[in-house]
């Protein structure tokens, strides 16, 4: 029987922890049965701004503004946030005024997009191009999502987002109800590869099997929005994301880091992560550490 190659010519995604992301319809909620549920208190926690660098999201400073994306869907920034009872069977951390849980629809996917967009531009209030850019940056991540849900074979995404809670008396939009984001990603490690993105190890083809002792979740695009900072919001995506990565039967999860984030480091120390010192020596043209939690 023939074997499908897949042709591999491109780095890992790289976790950054800025200070300050297939459209499923919602009927299909009720097929989602739920395993498990929590619920925390909110701590305090401050992250720090810098610059993010993915497989699948173009660095500003080789963004171009006339590129093309793809046709926009027919997206309603107007959209009210999903009723509660809709949501009753699905996996989801409650914290304060707050919920984190998966994203489900094109209108949270667009608002987790802006979200990156808007902590690449922070501290980038005179640049009179910056609205123009952030639009267009985040059309293009709003499209890398949807393509990363997909997938290839043997790969599964999800895109977390955290939202405030729904209040009787307060009708909010999703565009002003999503205030936290990130990836998590269930893949496999390359023939060759000891830990995620080894450089100089992985032949350009490989074959797929995706599964195997060798399955592993990892974490990028964490983003919190500059409203909702130092309410515990990072720490509680992180802890979802542990549970859903366990649930999903990988034994490792792991995640990039900037070396010069001493806060992100410590967040992450906390939820027992470890440093792979092995990795260390590869990673100094980049900047990062890359770090590995048992589950």
């Not at 999903?82 to 989801?92: A, M, S, T, V, W």
């Not at 996917?109 to 850019?133: C, F, I, K, Q, V």
């Amino acid at each position: 029987m023939p074997t499908t190659t897949v042709s591999i010519h491109a780095p890992p995604e790289f976790l950054t922890f800025p200070a300050s992301v297939a459209s499923r319809n919602i009927h299909k909620l009720s097929t989602v049965t739920a395993s498990w549920r929590m619920s925390m208190d909110s701590g305090s926690f401050q992250t720090k701004k810098r610059e993010e660098l993915s497989l699948h999201i173009q660095h500003p400073a080789a963004f171009d503004p006339k590129w093309d994306t793809p046709r926009q869907p027919d997206l309603r920034f107007d959209r009210l946030q999903i009723p509660e009872q809709d949501l009753k069977e699905l996996n989801k951390l409650e914290f304060g005024q707050f919920v984190a849980r998966e994203a489900l629809i094109d209108e949270e996917y667009w608002t987790a997009a802006w979200l990156r967009a808007e902590s690449l531009w922070e501290n980038r209030g005179n640049d009179r191009y910056a609205d123009s850019l952030k639009k267009k940056y985040a059309d293009q991540e709003f499209h890398a999502i949807r393509r990363r849900l997909i997938g290839p074979y043997g790969q599964k995404s999800k895109c977390i987002i955290t939202l405030r809670k729904q209040d009787e008396k307060v009708k909010r939009t999703v565009l002003k109800s999503v205030v936290g984001t990130l990836d998590l990603s269930i893949r496999s490690l390359l023939p060759g590869e000891i830990f995620p993105g080894e450089h100089g190890k992985a032949p350009h083809f490989c074959n797929i099997d995706g599964g195997g002792e060798d399955r592993y979740s990892y974490v990028s695009n964490l983003v919190v929005s500059l409203s909702a900072r130092r309410q515990g919001i990072a720490t509680n995506m992180m802890q979802f994301v542990v549970e859903t990565a366990k649930s999903s039967g990988v034994e490792h999860l792991y995640v990039h880091v900037d070396r010069n984030n001493k806060l992100a480091q410590q967040l992450y120390d906390k939820m027992g992560f470890e440093m792979i010192e092995e990795a260390s020596d590869g990673l100094v043209e980049d900047n990062t550490f890359l770090l590995r939690c048992r589950l």
